[in-house]
């Protein structure tokens, strides 16, 4: 099933990518399933196998490892140590104790080609890491231009409108983009020792990694968790690979987020770009996709306790914590702690605290912003334009309001270590993160933690029992990730430097058993919502999310990067003309009942009318008496009529099945039901409205129903406004005879009891009553109203075992039918199999047609 090579994907992306040599695996293998063990691992064709018991696995994959790491000079060594302050370290924190921990990620530092196997073997046997070296032009093009200067920017909101904003697309930076996912991808199927294994993929540096993996491995389990905005739908469009990078993290079956904003805009460009429909599922939000069910998760990460705290108890911290009490005795600490970066907004922030010294003369001399600025992750002109303007601003300030002793606004450029933030936070009265756009942020997490303090840091500190409650305020940006968890912030808009002001103003004044209030519910939610919870939860909706991989079948589909999965029942197959064919050369009574749009006729075509292929067909199947061919479509009988006028002995069931006629002879007949359409007068007008409000929206009147159609509107808008009119038709036609359906793409209002399963009833039982029981019947459609054809079928030929039953949907998608074709030229081609196979005699009619239509019901 799976392919064992991945050069076409990298041939096949766009351009000459980069010649990058496969990855050797310097990791050990053992085979713990009955398989086949190649140079990728097992097998997908024996995936099915039984598996032996083993230890739960996850890999975790990240652009960089977890790791410190060094080479002594004078002895040539290695020298590795965890890296405490990362994340990606303590979420295994959430996981069992049994569970196995496997981070696949680079170095932040160059390591020699000759030394790549011993360090990687090293790096695996000591900390289970596995390392995937990027050749330097590679990682340069990779992290520092393509996520850097391209989606970074872009994921914040930030258009390349001019080359003096923003980097323009460059295919090169893309190639290397492919290029490092290729590598990660190839250590990660490296590390995977059976399909049960979870991989959990952090960030946008990897949006392709689930591609290259679900092309391998059909039944992987695979998470994404995104730490970075997701920008609307109109700034992603931008993008000339966007399709490339969606359909790669739609190959996950978990997608996580901060915050449901993001969550939103992703979820509205798989509508806009793919055509995608999403609904909550008890309580989760999921995209049907080509069979699969993709779930989104929206759990903001949190901070490790245990490790802030640890720091606390540092005596350096606590010693820090004496040293800046002293230096800032009777004034008022205001702390921002943000990286040199063009959207954390430094420069709005130093604005606000320059407004407020403006507005409150009272304040200068009793307050300063101490901004500790950490070492930018990115380079480039903006990074550097960024930090001459806060120097620039910052030294304007201090001129202004400074005096001999006091500087308003201190700023801290340097790396400063763990200790000495700590001790910051501590001391802060007010904690402001200003940034015009970022994805979580932790700042907030963090500074509460300090305040809230511990036993032992109040002991060095000399503080007893009976101390004040501790406090804390926050001001925070509206446009940051952790904004809607802190509820009791002062959130801001960071443009409005005056509002900004008179917020850190407030905080500063706010009485201390308001900041108590306020600290106590941000440190309870902080420290039962930490990383352990965080990585718990992540785990245990991916392990749902999974559980149906082993009950469907799975097909490859597609080339390069734009390789689909499509994950359908263990029985659903191909329908194959040589086999249908010779059934339906043995059988003596044959039934076949065809939708028209979407299956005779392509629902893109212009010209509805159909080909002379198709007219070929119809007229030699007709006219063989032992068959009963009906074309069942939601069509109004008109235009069928005038279509199929040549097709004699053709039997056509309009507005699906409202109107019948059995062949051209014969008059059209009612389905029974109820003649009157007094709710037209009703309805009419309601989706009058909708379309007058909703540009691109169309009203289709039908005799026994109408139809709002919003194809051509917009997709988000069209979709909300269908939704919004199926609840008010439903609540107004709650009295009448008629049904509201939502189609794709449209609104229909009908009578009751109209449906196409009613149509293929009615001729099969009357079949059956003649003593012509079919004993071949293909029923063929495209739609979700097709699916009550093939259920009605089974249910009415359930009694004859030795009827064949073709029930066959046109494309490859989730259907109530046992057969696909992929499309309308294979639908043809079918049919002309069957007509190439009948006698062809002279024209006659099965001997029921003569009977009533209405007689049946």
């Known amino acids: ?81 965890l890296d405490n302050d990362s994340p990606m370290l303590h979420l295994k924190d959430g996981f069992s104790p049994e569970t196995e921990v496997i981070y696949v990620g680079s170095l932040k530092i160059d390591v020699d080609l000759s030394e790549q196997d011993e360090v990687s073997q090293t790096l695996f046997e000591e900390f289970g890491c596995v390392p995937t070296f990027l050749p330097q032009d590679v990682h340069k093009k990779f992290y520092l231009g393509f996520c850097k200067q391209q989606l970074w920017p872009l994921f914040h909101y930030m258009l390349p409108m001019c080359p003096d904003h923003g980097e323009r697309f460059d295919r090169s930076l893309w190639q290397a983009y492919v290029s490092a996912n290729k590598i990660f991808a190839d250590k990660v199927m490296g590390a995977i020792n059976l399909e049960e294994d979870c991989i959990w993929i952090h960030d946008y540096h990897l949006m392709l990694l689930p591609t290259f993996l679900r092309r391998r491995f059909y039944r992987v389990k695979l998470g994404f968790f995104l730490h970075s905005p997701f920008p609307s739908s109109e700034i992603y469009r931008t993008l000339p690979v966007r399709e490339e990078l969606l359909r790669g993290l739609l190959n996950c079956d978990l997608i996580g987020f901060h915050t449901f904003d993001y969550a939103r ?189 511990t036993p032992e840091m109040d002991k060095y500190m000399g503080l007893s029992d009976d101390s004040p409650p501790r406090t804390s305020t926050l001001v925070l940006s509206e446009f940051i990730g952790c904004s809607p968890s802190l509820s009791g912030a002062i959130r801001v808009n960071p443009w409005d430097v005056d509002a900004v002001a008179d917020s850190m103003y407030s905080a500063l004044t706010m009485p201390d058993s308001e900041k108590h209030l306020r600290h106590k519910k941000h440190y309870q939610y902080i420290s039962t919502h930490d990383v352990a919870y965080w990585s718990r939860s992540f785990a245990q909706d991916l392990e749902r999310a999974c559980r149906d991989h082993y009950s469907k079948r799975c097909w490859g589909v597609g080339w390069g990067l734009g390789f689909r999965l499509i994950a359908l029942s263990p029985n659903f197959r191909r329908l194959s003309v040589e086999p249908t064919v010779s059934a339906y050369r043995r059988s003596s009574k044959r039934a076949i009942f065809l939708d028209y749009d979407g299956t005779l006729v392509p629902e893109t075509s212009i010209v509805k009318e159909p080909s002379a292929d198709v007219m070929s067909a119809l007229k030699a199947l007709c006219s063989d008496p032992n068959n009963t061919v009906f074309i069942v479509s939601g069509r109004g009988k008109v235009s069928l009529t005038e279509w199929l006028a040549p097709c004699q002995n053709l039997g056509i069931a309009a507005e699906h099945g409202y109107f019948t006629t059995w062949n051209e002879s014969c008059d059209w007949e009612t389905s029974g039901f109820s003649n009157d359409f007094e709710w037209k007068k009703i309805v009419e007008p309601i989706m009058r ?88 019947v293909v029923c063929i459609g495209d739609d979700r109203s097709d699916e009550e054809m093939f259920e009605s079928i089974t249910t009415t030929l359930s009694a004859q075992p030795s009827s064949e039953i073709f029930a066959c949907t046109v494309g490859r998608k989730p259907s109530k039918a046992k057969y696909f074709l992929d499309e309308v030229s294979d639908v043809v081609k079918l049919l002309q199999g069957l007509a190439n196979t009948s006698s062809s005699p002279k024209p006659s009619y099965p001997s029921h047609l003569g009977v009533s239509f209405e007689s049946v019901v």
């Open 689 to 776: 409205l909708y379309t007058e409000t909703t540009d691109g929206s169309t009203i289709e009147a039908k005799e026994s129903a109408l139809v709002w159609h919003h194809q051509d509107a917009d997709r988000d808008f069209g979709s909300c406004q269908a939704k919004e009119l199926l609840d008010h038709l439903e609540s107004v036609l709650v009295n009448e005879p008629v049904v509201v359906n939502r189609g794709h793409q449209i609104v229909e209002v009908k009578p009751q009891g109209v449906s196409k399963g009613l149509v293929t009833g009615k001729v099969l039982r009357r079949m059956l009553e003649e003593g012509n029981a079919p004993d071949f």
């Open 1 to 81: 099933m799976g392919s064992k090579s991945f050069g076409n994907l990298l041939d096949l992306a766009s351009g000459d990518l980069l010649d990058i040599p496969h990855t050797p695996r310097a990791l050990p293998r053992v085979m713990t399933v009955p398989g086949i063990i190649d140079g990728y691992g097992i097998s997908d064709r024996d995936s099915d196998a039984i598996s032996l018991p083993c230890r739960e696995r996850k890999i975790v994959v990240a652009n960089y490892l977890p790791l410190n790491c060094k080479k002594d000079l004078e002895t040539g060594q290695w020298i590795f140590s």
């Open 265 to 453: 805009h992703f979820l509205s460009c798989c509508c806009r770009m793919l055509g995608l429909e999403y609904e909550s599922k008890r309580g989760h939000i999921a995209l049907d996709y080509l069979g699969r069910t993709v779930f989104l998760k929206i759990l903001p990460i949190g901070v490790q306790m245990g490790r802030l705290e640890s720091v606390l108890n540092l005596p350096a911290t606590a010693e820090k914590l004496k040293e800046i009490q002293e230096k800032y005795q009777g004034k008022k600490v205001i702390l921002g702690v943000d990286d040199m970066d063009i959207f954390k907004g430094l420069s709005l922030k130093i604005l606000a605290f320059e407004h407020l010294l403006q507005q409150y003369p009272s304040m200068l001399g009793k307050i300063v912003l101490i901004q500790i600025v950490n070492p930018a992750r990115g380079s480039g002109k903006d990074v550097q334009e960024a930090k001459k303007e806060t120097y620039y601003t910052v030294n304007r300030i201090n001129e202004r309001y400074g005096s001999p002793g006091y500087e308003p606004v201190v700023l801290i450029d340097r790396p400063v270590p763990r200790f000495e933030k700590s001790a910051y936070y501590a001391i802060a009265e007010c904690c402001i993160v200003n940034a015009v756009r970022d994805g979580m942020n932790l700042v907030p997490y963090k500074y509460t933690v300090c305040r809230q303090g």
